[in-house]
C-alpha cells in the first residue's frame, strides 16, 4: 500500500462546501490545508456519515457519496487515501482492505 494518510479528520460537515468552506472548517481547527503534503489528506465527513470529502495537496477535493444513503463504515477511513485514484475515493477497496484484515486468517498466505 501507499504511504497516503488521513492527517486531519473533521466531522460533522456540510458536503454544500466547496473549497473555500472546507478551508475555512479547517481553520477553524487550526489546520491550513494549503499546508498538505503531497500524500497527506484531510478528510472531511457529513454527520450522518454518507458522504466525505477528502482534501489534498494543491487543493485537490475528491467527493464520495454513499450508496441509497448508507452509512461508511468508519473502518475505511484510514485505508481510503491508499487505495484512491484519480476521481475515485477507493472506498469498495477499502471495505474490502478492513474485511481481510478481519478475516486474514481465512485467506492463505501467497507465495
Given at each position: 500500500m501507499?504511504?497516503?494518510?488521513?492527517?486531519?479528520?473533521?466531522?460533522?460537515?456540510?458536503?454544500?462546501?466547496?473549497?473555500?468552506?472546507?478551508?475555512?472548517?479547517?481553520?477553524?481547527?487550526?489546520?491550513?490545508?494549503s499546508q498538505l503534503r503531497v500524500?497527506?489528506?484531510?478528510?472531511?465527513?457529513?454527520?450522518?456519515?454518507?458522504?466525505?470529502?477528502?482534501?489534498?495537496?494543491?487543493?485537490?477535493v475528491i467527493h464520495y457519496k454513499a450508496p441509497t444513503n448508507r452509512p461508511i463504515d468508519i473502518r475505511t477511513l484510514r485505508y481510503i487515501p491508499h487505495f484512491m485514484s484519480g476521481t475515485d475515493i477507493g472506498y469498495d477497496r477499502a471495505l474490502l482492505q478492513?474485511?481481510?484484515?478481519?478475516?486474514?486468517?481465512?485467506?492463505p498466505a501467497e507465495e
Open positions: 501507499s504511504q497516503n494518510k488521513v492527517v486531519h479528520l473533521f466531522v460533522n460537515v456540510s458536503m454544500a462546501y466547496g473549497h473555500k468552506g472546507l478551508s475555512e472548517v479547517a481553520r477553524k481547527e487550526k489546520v491550513n490545508v500524500g497527506e489528506f484531510a478528510l472531511f465527513a457529513n454527520k450522518r456519515l454518507t458522504a466525505l470529502k477528502l482534501y489534498a495537496a494543491n487543493n485537490t478492513v474485511f481481510r484484515d478481519r478475516y486474514e486468517h481465512l485467506f
